[in-house]
């Protein structure tokens, strides 16, 4: 792994949507060949979500095989919710872009059984063939 350190948010935002945006198009995604991509909430990653919606809008990238992963949720609020991390994907992200609605996995914070639910949530990614590119926050940490 290496180290980028960049002068402010802008400029780190559009390096993490650039470097998504090209590990997607170089892996050449198609039906029955998914790129599975981890990704955190929170206001940090906002910037790039934004410049994803923008090389999307312009035709530059589409999220029709792609699967998304979020990291977490909050126990107790539904997913309607405006604060919970669900309705911040959805709102900030997702209807922006082509992703099939099936493929944005985000755990469940009032399932019956949290435990179960990880379990569960787990599984998919498994099944997926694990994570090709994990986001992580607060700062930008861009992991394979």
Same mark, same amino acid.
């Given at each position: 792994?290496?180290?980028?350190?960049?002068?402010?948010?802008?400029?780190?935002?559009?390096?993490?949507?650039?470097?998504?945006?090209?590990?997607?198009?170089?892996?050449?995604?198609?039906?029955?060949?998914?790129?599975?991509?981890?990704?955190?909430?929170?206001?940090?990653?906002?910037?790039?979500?934004?410049?994803?919606?923008?090389?999307?809008?312009?035709?530059?990238?589409?999220? $029709?095989?792609?699967?998304?992963?979020?990291? @977490?949720?909050? =126990? +107790?609020? &539904?997913?309607?919710?405006?604060?919970?991390?669900?309705?911040?994907?959805?709102?900030?992200?997702?209807?922006?872009?082509?992703?099939?609605?099936?493929?944005?996995?985000?755990?469940?914070?009032?399932?019956?059984?949290?435990?179960?639910?990880?379990?569960?949530?787990?599984? $998919?990614?498994?099944?997926?063939?694990?994570? @090709?590119?994990? =986001? +992580?926050? &607060?700062?930008?940490?861009?992991?394979?």
């Amino acid at each position: 792994m290496r180290l980028v350190i960049l002068e402010d948010y802008d400029q780190a935002s559009e390096w993490a949507a650039k470097y998504i945006c090209n590990r997607i198009i170089q892996f050449k995604p198609s039906q029955g060949r998914y790129f599975t991509l981890g990704l955190p909430t929170g206001s940090t990653p906002l910037g790039c979500y934004k410049k994803l919606i923008e090389y999307h809008k312009n035709g530059d990238l589409s999220f $029709k095989y792609v699967k998304t992963f979020n990291m @977490d949720e909050y =126990v +107790g609020l &539904p997913r309607n919710h405006p604060e919970s991390y669900h309705s911040y994907m959805w709102n900030n992200f997702f209807k922006h872009i082509d992703i099939d609605p099936n493929n944005a996995h985000i755990l469940d914070g009032n399932a019956p059984d949290l435990q179960a639910e990880c379990d569960a949530f787990e599984k $998919k990614i498994e099944e997926a063939g694990g994570i @090709d590119l994990f =986001v +992580g926050a &607060p700062s930008y940490y861009l992991c394979v």
